[in-house]
């Protein structure tokens, strides 16, 4: 199957998109991010399936969408899905910890690390808002686009 893939330039640095023929995202990643994708040769470049997400983009840093409604398709394990789903349910402006996630898919506090490697495995940053994710104690901990960039869309969303 073709990847299609695209850049978008955002307040937070290039952004790197895949999706596939039918326009569903599979992944959005930025420069440095670990775990992020790279480009590969098979793929075809073609800003045509992004129409849409770029323009949902452009209209999230400017304040003005305040949920994304894009087709993705992430592939993991049962367990990351889950995860991931469980992202999408913190709203725009607030934030969840770790634990409350882990709560929210029905894991045991003991799961709370797994959570957090789900969540660092996560291939949408920004569009599955796992950087609204904090620490138990309202710190700022990892995120695979940076910590900067996890402050500056938290900044943008009114959070900080």
């Not at 209209?59 to 949920?67: I, N, T």
């Amino acid at each position: 199957m073709t990847l299609y893939w695209t850049t978008v330039e955002s307040p937070v640095g290039p952004l790197l998109l895949t999706a596939e023929p039918d326009g569903a995202l599979t992944s959005l990643s930025v420069p440095g991010q670990k775990n992020g994708r790279t480009l590969h040769a098979s793929w075809r470049r073609d800003p045509g399936p992004f129409r849409a997400a770029e323009e949902q983009l452009g209209a999230y840093f400017a304040g003005e969408l305040k949920e994304f409604r894009l087709e993705l398709r992430a592939e993991g394990t049962a367990f990351r899905e889950r995860v991931w789903a469980a992202l999408d349910d913190v709203p725009y402006g607030a934030t969840a910890t770790y634990g409350e996630i882990a709560a929210r898919i029905g894991a045991s506090r003991v799961a709370v690390r797994a959570v957090g490697g789900a969540i660092g495995a996560n291939p949408l940053l920004i569009v599955r808002p796992c950087h609204r994710v904090i620490g138990a104690d309202g710190s700022m901990t990892g995120y695979a686009g940076g910590l900067e960039r996890k402050t500056a869309l938290l900044t943008l969303e009114g959070v900080l």
